[in-house]
């Protein structure tokens, strides 16, 4: 089946430091790969995305590059700030019928000053 | 682009009541929409697809005749929760799939919306 493993947070950061965060997935067929991230109180938004492989995916600093041979999408950024404190969602789609997303748990990240 | 919109962003209500949810595509026609329910500190649980001007496809343990959904234009889905319980208690968020040259892999989501029932 299709799935989406994420590391297990929280994920707790002094500002400027660098983050990973794991993804790995598991699809028949050929998926694209997203990065959402959900602020306080708010729904979900994309971050990036790619739809094949070797594609980075890229945004606010933020970049994934997708990785067939590791069937792995890790979210990485180089100097965190605490505004970027969320809980970010790895998922994945299979193309054809609905393009239902699939999440992973999700990894909470908190950075502090 | 790709805004969606929810309505109303946080609702109260009693026990047995059924209460609307609106899920709109502001700037771009969505013949999918999706129904999410998230639980505290979890993941997002999908409940439904919503297709315009056809049934919902409901996922397996989602109670069609409890979670009612209706796709009546490529802007806008509703879900309804019918006669509430404290249990139905989450954060509703919706999601839409553009058409045509947007990207049709990618779904943009609303703000959600937070139902708590008495």
Known sequence: GNSVTQMEGPVTLSEEAFLTINCTYTATGYPSLFWYVQYPGEGLQLLLKATKADDKGSNKGFEATYRKETTSFHLEKGSVQVSDSAVYFCALTISGGYNKLIFGAGTRLAVHP | ?118
Request: glycine fraction near 8%; hydrophobic fraction near 35%.
């Open chain 2, 1 to 118: 682009g790709a805004v969606v919109s929810q309505h109303p962003s946080r609702v109260i209500c009693k026990s047995g009541t059924s209460v609307k949810i609106e899920c709109r595509s502001l700037d771009f026609q969505a013949t999918t929409m999706f129904w999410y329910r998230q639980f505290p500190k979890k993941s997002l649980m999908l409940m439904a697809t919503s297709n315009e001007g056809s049934k919902a496809t409901y996922e397996q343990g989602v109670e069609k005749d409890k979670f009612l959904i209706n796709h009546a234009s490529l802007t806008l889905s509703t879900l309804t929760v019918t006669s509430a319980h404290p249990e139905d208690s989450s954060f509703y968020i919706c999601s839409a799939r553009a058409t045509g040259g947007m990207g049709t892999d990618t779904q943009y989501f609303g703000p959600g919306t937070r139902l708590t029932v008495l």
